[in-house]
């Protein structure tokens, strides 16, 4: 394969936030060298520029439903353009948190279709009533992701959800997703329903057996704090966390996946201050925080927009940045392979326009893109 220089840009190094100019030679998918006075067989002239890595969402919906009846084909169309968008945005890897089945990751390995580096957690495990079943007062069960390659998400008692765990497994999953706690709307008119902590050990625990992590999605303090202490991996949204939901994810060594475009999105400032704080106790208590878009509200709003309102909410530029490269890395157990510009790594960049690490306008200044050495935009 032919060896490539890219010259003439500043790197970035997510975990100081500094940058400095570098060249960096990629060779064969992977980042060979960084450094100054590099040969290679091809130059890309990326001048005034900054390298940083591919940017990693670590919470996305590329296929959930659209919200009017359209045949079920239409939520798998849909995630064509949706996943050749994120990957020309600087987006080389994403973890779906409920939609996306392995036939996308399949997909993907042929290059029958172009997009991100695909982990998959099929569907959002729940006991009866809580935010992975489906249901309706009018209709009874209404379940738009009924499938074979989707299992049935739903448990009650710990045996239950461990054979919950094994559905997902079975069928291909990378991560299992958890709904340890209800949606915003039954937090706040107090009929949320949780997980017991036998259930949730019992999910935590079986998934370990099939060496898979567990990520949480959790609004309240309980739904945090029982999952924390079950031993999940992370807590994804968490708009109103408290002191004590903070402690027990740091005891536990829980990351925090904020999550905070869609709440942005409703406009609602009570729900806004109350996501923010969370935030701002995380940072203090040292709680590491990794990006998540939580693409599944439409218009769809990407990883570019969070990077954004990190930035803005609390961890500041270089904190963003980190969040969503080396940070994220982290929490999906890929360090070793992506998140850094440094030589051994795959070659996932992004080259933004002008210096500096700016991410108020972040789609403007995206200039080009690698995936796997191979330069997909620009």
Request: proline fraction near 6%; glycine fraction near 10%.
């Amino acid at each position: 394969m032919t060896a490539i220089v890219l010259t003439g840009a500043s790197v970035l190094d997510p975990d100081t936030g500094s940058t400095e100019r570098a060249d960096v030679l990629l060779r064969d998918g992977r980042i060979a060298a960084v450094g100054s006075g590099i040969d290679g067989d091809e130059r890309v002239e990326c001048g005034g520029g900054v390298l940083v890595p591919g940017l990693i969402d670590c919470h996305v919906h590329v296929a959930f439903p659209r919200p009017e009846p359209l045949p079920r084909s239409a939520r798998i169309l849909e995630a064509v353009p949706v996943l050749q968008r994120l990957l020309s945005h600087g987006i080389t890897t994403v973890r779906d948190a409920w939609g996306a089945d392995a036939g996308f990751t399949h997909a993907l390995r042929q290059q029958w279709i172009t997009g991100p580096d695909l982990l998959i957690s099929l569907r959002q495990l729940s006991p009866t009533g809580g935010l992975g079943d489906a249901w309706e007062p009018d209709t009874g069960a209404t379940d738009r992701l009924g499938d074979p390659a989707l299992p049935d998400p739903v448990f009650d008692s710990p045996d239950a959800a461990r054979a919950a765990v094994r559905r997902m497994v079975r069928a291909g999953v990378d991560w299992i997703k958890i709904g340890a706690g209800g949606a915003l709307r039954s937090v706040r008119e107090g009929r949320e329903i949780c997980a017991t902590d036998e259930e949730l050990r019992a999910v935590v625990d079986e998934a370990g057996r099939c060496d898979r992590d567990v990520l949480a999605h959790a609004h309240s303090p309980l739904a945090a704090i029982t999952a924390s202490r079950a031993g999940v991996r992370s807590i994804e949204h968490g708009v109103f966390l408290n002191e004590d939901a903070v402690a027990a994810m740091k005891e536990h060594g829980c990351w925090y996946v904020p999550t905070l475009a869609p709440i942005a999105g409703l406009g609602d400032e009570s729900a806004i201050a109350a996501h923010h704080r969370s935030l701002a106790l995380a940072i203090d208590a040292g709680i590491p925080v990794a990006a998540g878009s939580d693409l599944a509200v439409r218009p769809h709003v990407d990883l570019l927009s969070e990077i954004r309102l990190l930035a803005t909410a609390g961890l500041g530029d270089a904190g963003a940045w980190k969040a969503a490269t080396s940070e994220a890395a982290r929490l999906l157990r890929l360090d070793h392979d992506r998140g850094r510009i440094e030589p051994g790594l795959r070659a996932d960049l992004a080259l933004l326009d002008g210096p500096g690490l700016s991410v108020e306008d972040l789609p403007s200044r995206i200039r080009a893109v690698w995936h796997d050495g191979r330069q997909v935009r620009g």
